[in-house]
């Protein structure tokens, strides 16, 4: 349940009787487990406070990248090209492996991004898009591809933060994006595991792009501030 993602880092294990129930095993093999996973570091037990997945699992990938990332800025552009090449095939495969509740939750992610447009924090949007490519990997069902995008994920809001946060607030960006997300989305569902893979990547350029777009306006200004 954590390997796929049914459990989230920071998310409370249901109680001890419904988890033994849903796992079809005794309570004290599930407490043996608990300890096991406790013991490598995965979960988390707070006194009279129940059990947790711990947060920043994926640190051992992610923070090394950050501190090059942070040296080097422009390498957080590569960060991009990978995910342009891992979220086509996760794409294709959510197409041909994806379930109906698969499909269901690739729905209600993707009416809540867009539910999120223009209310409140830029970032709230831009961890909504986040959470609707994830849940298309999730559709793969491939563990691996899974956990290398969360971290992924995690690494680019890290990264560029200010830029996603200015992304999601351009008019000229914001209906492009939804229109490809919603043509992404409609791929998955129908079952078109190229047209969903073309429908990623073509997504991918356009934000590669226009984040460049907005690093270059960014040099600029600055330019412009020093001249002044």
Known sequence: MIADGELKPGERLPAERTLASRLEVSRPSLREAIQKLNSKGLLKTRRGGGTYVREGIDSAFVDPLLALLQELPQSRFDVLEVRHALEGTAAYYAALRGTNSDKE?????????????????PMDEARADAEFHLSIVEASHNLVLLHVMRALFTLLMNSISHNLEKLYTLPRVFQPLSNQHRRLMEAVLEGDPERARQAAQAHLVFVEESLQHLDRAAVTNRGHLREL
């Open 105 to 121: 939750t690739i729905q209600r992610k993707f009416d809540t991004m867009i539910g999120k447009h223009g209310i409140g924090d």
